[in-house]
């Protein structure tokens, strides 16, 4: 399975980034996803997330910035940041929510907010 996010880069505090994820192993139609970060020194953190119902669920640091969205058509899972601040820096996976060490990741998204 071979897991690909993209879409990270460098950008200023304040500025927005929109990252994506194709998932050949998980069908999104049927299976809910979410997005995690893992910054330099922390532990993975789950930061969204989307219900196959199309709910959605947001990390207290990201709500109201962040916006988990797919396309069922095309397998694909993204996530559009806005107002980025520079604790957001962190390399970006995506993943069903209840993912653990042991399964299949990606390589990530690097994402960089500094002035």
């Known amino acids: 399975v071979q897991i690909v996010e993209s879409g990270g880069g460098s950008v200023q505090p304040g500025g927005s980034l929109k990252l994506s994820c194709v998932h050949p192993?998980?069908?999104?139609?049927?299976?809910?996803m979410g997005w995690f970060r893992q910054a330099p020194g922390k532990q993975r953190e789950l930061v969204a997330t989307?219900?196959?119902?199309?709910?959605?669920d947001y990390a207290d640091s990201v709500k109201g910035r962040f916006t988990i969205s797919r396309n069922a058509a095309e397998n694909a899972l993204y996530l559009q940041m806005n107002s980025l601040k520079p604790e957001d820096t962190a390399v970006y996976y995506c993943?069903?929510?209840?993912?653990?060490?042991?399964?299949?990741w990606g390589q990530g998204t690097q994402v960089i907010v500094s002035s």
């Open positions: 993943n069903p929510p209840n993912s653990g060490a042991s399964d299949d």
């Open positions: 192993g998980v069908s999104f139609s049927i299976s809910g």
């Open positions: 989307l219900a196959v119902g199309d709910s959605t």
